[in-house]
């Protein structure tokens, strides 16, 4: 069997030596320990399990203490550890059965950096997989050449950051990826502390003066200025490890990141693209990409790119989560929910995600539940206080108010799926021949007579007088709400509940012509408070607006559309033009009547 020599360099590390020793000793078959000037009891624990331990002065070069120790070892494989890593013992047979080969010089392993920030862009969340993952929420998966033959051929170069993949390249020597993960603790434990992050920038820019044009200098660099915030000086060295090797993956991705944490979205667009030209497996490239387009309002454009990266990584919490917050923005609150539970389920910080879920809570009339996430919430996020509140407040109730004739069969299809976004249904009909009284009183509407008398504003009118709700929609029977608009109709039923003044909406409403061949676009006052002094006017095309406006109730638009069916039928088209034009002539004196005749003459194209 191949024997393996470890070989690990080590200053100040009693706190984690023994664990990394202890977690190799019945793996390897020598232990060598080089210390760097240790002042506590590092040499004294590494010489209590048997390792050999030599002295190197420190002199700013990792590589060199790093060749030093390789230098001691005695048997035909090295492996490389820090003192604040492992190997599981689970993995141990498949180290062994690596160095039985003998057509390979070194073995790519996995390092795993813990994290205690699931959110960092890149990073795993712990699954439990390995005991290791305990007390972690995530990691970085970074693949390193650590166990190779002990052939003086290969030695570590950079002083900082130093790799022996450099001498695999040089020699032409065959090496293999595996996915054998070494456990790394360090940056969960201590993290980037500045003096941490300053040391290696120090060391970083002296290895530039020997390595002017070495672009991976040049990104290490780059990273270090932005964990230290110095973005300006991020980009500098990112621009520069670009210019160098614009092929170069990393550099491409960190400099869009970059450059979208500063708001130049449209650079980040174009370096975080070839990110992903060059490694269409970057999930946080396509997360990011996704997070700019949702910023750019491109709503479909992003929920495209999130999804990309999920067949990536479906278990990725930042990605779901961003993933629900795409679905909420498009209304899809069925996706949105699911994205969220999704997130929260690989979330060691599910926070974020349960303020999400309980605001779609919120929105989707399941009051219960909502309270039962954020109550507990409430004292330690403002947010939850801010949910909590609005929903001690009444919610706003709604009317809707319809005048309908002959429509049994439009109603049917209508109201069974929007009838539970009003609190009562309010039917004027107007002399009705076929079943529609009995249809709208069997789909839950309270239904009125009223005499026709050429004028809708009449009837419109006698509609609303029978509302009970603090305010009042209304709808054709011909019209017709799709599910994302029903979810836009929720959400602002929501909204209502904080506004302490009444208010009325305009609703998009897109009426078609000769079964979609044309189509007509315009904005309709479908939404007012249920207030004295609001009227129809108008025999045809009646209007609230006046009413409104003498009233002083301010008006908005909101994302709502309605499509209107009732021109699709050629025939039926003309019956209702010749309808309308007759009652136009008996409202002549309106100025709003005079319009709807111009457009119906344009319409029949005189």
């Known amino acids: 069997m191949s024997q393996i020599s470890l070989c690990m360099i080590a200053k100040d590390e009693e706190k ?54 390789l230098s001691k070892a005695k048997h035909p494989w090295i492996l490389v550890l820090d003192a604040d890593e492992t190997i599981s013992p689970r993995d141990h047979q498949r180290v062994r059965e690596l160095v039985r080969k003998g057509s390979y010089c070194g073995f790519e392993l996995i390092q795993r950096n813990y994290l205690n920030d699931d959110m960092i862009n890149g990073a795993v969340p712990c699954s439990g997989k390995y005991d290791e993952e305990k007390d972690h929420k995530a990691f970085i998966q970074i693949p390193v050449i650590r166990l190779f033959r002990n052939d003086p051929r290969i030695r570590f170069q950079g002083a900082v950051h130093e790799l022996v993949f450099h001498s695999f390249e040089k020699y032409g020597l065959p090496w293999k990826l595996t996915d054998i993960p070494i456990h790394h603790f360090g940056y969960a434990v201590s993290g980037n502390s500045p003096s941490k992050l300053n040391f290696y920038y120090n060391l970083g820019k002296a290895k530039l003066k020997e390595q002017e044009t070495d672009f991976k200098t040049y990104y290490e660099l780059g990273v270090n200025c932005a964990l230290r915030g110095d973005m300006d000086g991020a980009l500098k060295f990112l621009d520069e490890s670009v210019r160098l090797n614009p092929r170069f993956h990393q550099s491409q991705m960190m400099l869009g990141t970059i450059y979208m944490n500063k708001g130049d979205l449209n650079s980040a667009i174009t370096h975080l693209n070839k990110a992903i030209e060059l490694n269409p497996s970057d999930y946080g490239a396509l997360n990011n990409l996704g997070t700019i387009y949702r910023q750019l309002g491109q709503r479909e454009k992003a929920h495209s790119y999130i999804r990309a990266g999920l067949r990536v990584n479906p278990s990725n919490p930042t990605l779901l989560h961003n993933m629900g917050l795409v679905k909420k ?14 997130a929260i389920a690989h979330s060691n910080d599910p926070e974020k995600g349960l303020l999400e879920l309980a605001e779609i809570y919120c929105i989707t009339n399941r009051e219960h539940e909502a309270r039962e996430i954020l109550e507990p919430m409430a004292k330690r996020t403002q947010v939850a206080s801010n949910l909590l509140t609005l929903l001690e407040k009444p919610p706003k109730t709604i009317s809707l108010c319809m005048i309908v004739k002959d429509e049994e069969a439009n109603l049917r299809e209508l109201l069974p799926g929007v009838k539970a976004l009003f609190d009562e249904i309010i039917i004027a009909d107007t002399g009705s021949q076929d079943n529609t009284i009995q249809v709208a009183r069997e789909l839950g509407a309270r239904v009125f007579e009223f005499k026709w008398c050429d004028d809708f504003a009449a009837a419109r009118n ?7 709700c603090d305010y009042i929609f209304w709808l054709d029977a011909d019209d017709r709400l799709e599910r994302q608009d029903i979810n836009r109709f929720l959400a602002l039923k929501w909204k209502l509940r904080a506004e302490k003044d009444p208010l009325a909406l305009l609703i998009t409403v897109s009426s078609t012509f000769e079964r ?15 207030v004295k002094g609001i009227r129809f006017e108008g025999r045809i095309h009646e209007q609230v607006f006046p009413s409104l406006h003498r009233l002083g109730i301010p008006i908005r638009s909101v994302d709502i559309n309605i499509l209107h069916t009732g021109y699709d039928e050629p025939a039926k088209s003309a019956e209702k033009i010749q309808r309308n034009l007759k009652l136009v002539e008996k409202d002549l004196d309106n100025p709003f009547s005079c319009i709807s005749g111009a457009n119906l003459l344009v319409s029949l194209g005189h």
């Open 329 to 342: 923005d498009l209304f899809d609150f069925e996706g949105a929910e699911r994205a969220f539970k999704s």
């Open 516 to 530: 979609g061949r044309s189509e007509s676009v315009f904005q309709q006052l479908r939404l007012f408070p249920n």
């Open 462 to 468: 006698f509609s609303i007088s029978k509302a009970g």
């Open 16 to 69: 984690n030596i023994a664990r990394a020793l202890l977690s190799v000793r019945s793996l390897v078959d020598e232990l060598i320990v080089v210390d760097t000037g240790s002042s506590d009891n590092t040499k004294e624990i590494a010489k209590s399990f048997g390792a050999k331990v030599y002295d190197f002065e420190w002199c700013d070069d990792f590589s060199a203490a790093r060749n030093f120790s």
